[in-house]
């Protein structure tokens, strides 16, 4: 092994199947005085000399990701005062020296994810006031200690992700921000309850995620005037979060999906004034209010699937003219107001399948007011047949999906305006005899691109 020069700045050894530390201190690291970043990912180093670093006190990246290491000390980075970044992601760490971390002033950026950690030791980060991103997720942490991020008041992202977190207690307070906003995820955990307050008065917090836990409620909170998004999905929740998401209004994203959420009051969403994005899928909602989004000028995305309505107010999306995409798969809906869609004129995704859709068939002039709609999907309903003016001015459709309904023909005159059409999906039980057939276009049990499934019939038929 040859010995670097003094003026080294920059080593990367990956996949070497490096091995010995030590050795590799000895006839590396020490002559390499100057050296800058240092990268020794994806190899199998399973311990680290408390002095390992000691010859490199310019270190401002450190990569040791993907090894076997199982302890970190507290001499290993002593003297590393200029370090920015330590990725140790993807190790076999369970323990932590308090002072791991203590010298390390200049710290922005901290990779602990993917090891072994049930704990973390009280005061581990009090001396980085520079910290900005600490990534905790893929371990097995079960609390936070009380003050872990106390003063670190550039912080601007947490990530807890897959952890085994069984509650948030008061002192686990997030840090107040001045100029930034926070990231915190906390999903597929075991929370339960959230302390009242947890996240302070002047707290930036752009997003929450805390999906995949066992939350039955949201607490009180703080004015969080500033946070974009808020994700609560795969949760317990039973009723909305109406107090959280008015203390939120500059909210764009809203996930409380695959809860057991059985109402909408009819003012939840109306201080989120720009939202986009609002998903409510896998609840058990009966009836949407007509009146719940009249102050969401600027929703985008709706989507209510796998739930049980079975009703839409006919002025439902009446003031949603920003609206792209409605979603109601998976309802007890068996019809749709002829005006539904009537101020949506940038729509362009509609997604109605696995309803009971047919009783009253579907209105002629359904997407009259649609000429961006692109995608339709009314699969799985009991609808027998479709108007021929139902696509007549949406010239820009291409994808239709009507398999698994009591269909059987379509007239040509139904999609002749829809000229960037390229797939229809659309299951035919019976046939009428080819004579019967001509003037209009049948297709047959396709999954094949719309042009194409012309090419299996008569030439009279077309």
């Known amino acids: 092994m040859l010995e670097a020069p003094p003026s080294t700045q920059h080593i990367v050894c990956q996949h070497s199947r490096l091995s010995n530390a030590e050795l590799f201190k000895t006839r590396i690291l020490t002559s390499a005085s100057d050296l800058q970043t240092l990268n020794l990912g994806y190899n199998n180093l399973r311990q680290l000399p408390n002095d390992f670093l000691n010859a490199n006190p310019l270190l401002t990246d450190v990569n040791i990701r993907n090894n076997k290491i199982q302890v970190i000390s507290s001499a290993i980075f002593q003297q590393n005062r200029r370090l920015k970044l330590i990725d140790l992601s993807k190790n076999y760490i369970s323990s932590i020296s308090s002072e791991a971390f203590a010298t390390?002033?200049?710290?922005?950026?901290?990779?602990?994810?993917?090891?072994?950690?049930?704990?973390?030791?009280?005061?581990?980060?009090?001396?980085?006031?520079?910290?900005?991103?600490?990534?905790?997720?893929?371990?097995?942490?079960?609390?936070?200690?009380?003050?872990?991020?106390?003063?670190?008041?550039?912080?601007?992202?947490?990530?807890?992700?897959?952890?085994?977190?069984?509650?948030?207690?008061?002192?686990?307070?997030?840090?107040?921000?001045?100029?930034?906003?926070?990231?915190?995820?906390?999903?597929?955990?075991?929370?339960?309850?959230?302390?009242?307050?947890?996240?302070?008065?002047?707290?930036?917090?752009?997003?929450?995620?805390?999906?995949?836990?066992?939350?039955?409620?949201?607490?009180?909170?703080?004015?969080?005037?500033?946070?974009?998004?808020?994700?609560?999905?795969?949760?317990?929740?039973?009723?909305?979060?109406?107090?959280?998401?008015?203390?939120?209004?500059?909210?764009?994203?809203?996930?409380?999906?695959?809860?057991?959420?059985?109402?909408?009051?009819?003012?939840?969403?109306?201080?989120?004034?720009?939202?986009?994005?609002?998903?409510?899928?896998?609840?058990?909602?009966?009836?949407?209010?007509?009146?719940?989004?009249?102050?969401?000028?600027?929703?985008?995305?709706?989507?209510?699937?796998?739930?049980?309505?079975?009703?839409?107010?006919?002025?439902?999306?009446?003031?949603?003219?920003?609206?792209?995409?409605?979603?109601?798969?998976?309802?007890?809906?068996?019809?749709?107001?002829?005006?539904?869609?009537?101020?949506?004129?940038?729509?362009?995704?509609?997604?109605?399948s696995d309803n009971s859709i047919g009783i009253t068939g579907l209105p002629a002039n359904l997407f009259a007011w649609n000429p961006l709609l692109r995608y339709v999907s009314i699969s799985g309903n009991s609808i027998t047949s479709l108007p021929e003016s139902l696509f007549q001015r949406t010239t820009l459709l291409s994808q239709v999906y009507l398999q698994e309904n009591q269909i059987e023909s379509v007239s040509r005159r139904t999609f002749e305006t829809a000229q960037a059409l390229s797939d229809v999906q659309l299951s035919i039980e019976q046939l009428p005899p080819p004579e019967e057939r001509a003037g209009n276009v049948t297709i047959i049990h396709t999954v094949l691109p719309y042009k194409d499934s012309f090419k299996q019939l008569p030439i009279n038929s077309l």
């Open 104 to 352: 390390n002033i200049n710290l922005e950026t901290l990779h602990l994810w993917g090891n072994r950690l049930t704990s973390l030791p009280e005061g581990m980060l009090r001396n980085n006031r520079k910290l900005r991103k600490i990534n905790l997720s893929w371990n097995q942490l079960m609390f936070l200690p009380r003050n872990i991020f106390k003063g670190l008041t550039y912080l601007t992202e947490i990530h807890l992700l897959k952890n085994n977190i069984q509650c948030l207690r008061q002192g686990n307070q997030f840090p107040q921000q001045s100029d930034s906003y926070l990231i915190i995820h906390l999903g597929y955990n075991n929370i339960q309850v959230l302390p009242d307050n947890l996240f302070s008065r002047n707290f930036e917090l752009e997003s929450v995620r805390l999906w995949a836990n066992k939350l039955k409620c949201f607490p009180q909170t703080g004015d969080q005037n500033r946070s974009k998004e808020i994700s609560l999905s795969d949760n317990k929740l039973q009723l909305i979060p109406v107090a959280l998401l008015h203390a939120k209004t500059g909210t764009k994203t809203i996930r409380l999906n695959r809860n057991n959420i059985a109402t909408i009051p009819q003012n939840a969403f109306w201080k989120s004034q720009l939202l986009q994005i609002l998903d409510l899928s896998n609840n058990r909602i009966r009836e949407v209010p007509e009146f719940g989004f009249v102050q969401n000028l600027h929703l985008e995305d709706l989507i209510l699937d796998n739930n049980a309505i079975t009703e839409l107010h006919p002025r439902l999306l009446v003031f949603n003219r920003a609206l792209r995409t409605f979603s109601a798969n998976g309802n007890q809906l068996t019809s749709i107001p002829s005006t539904f869609f009537q101020y949506n004129r940038n729509l362009v995704e509609v997604r109605l």
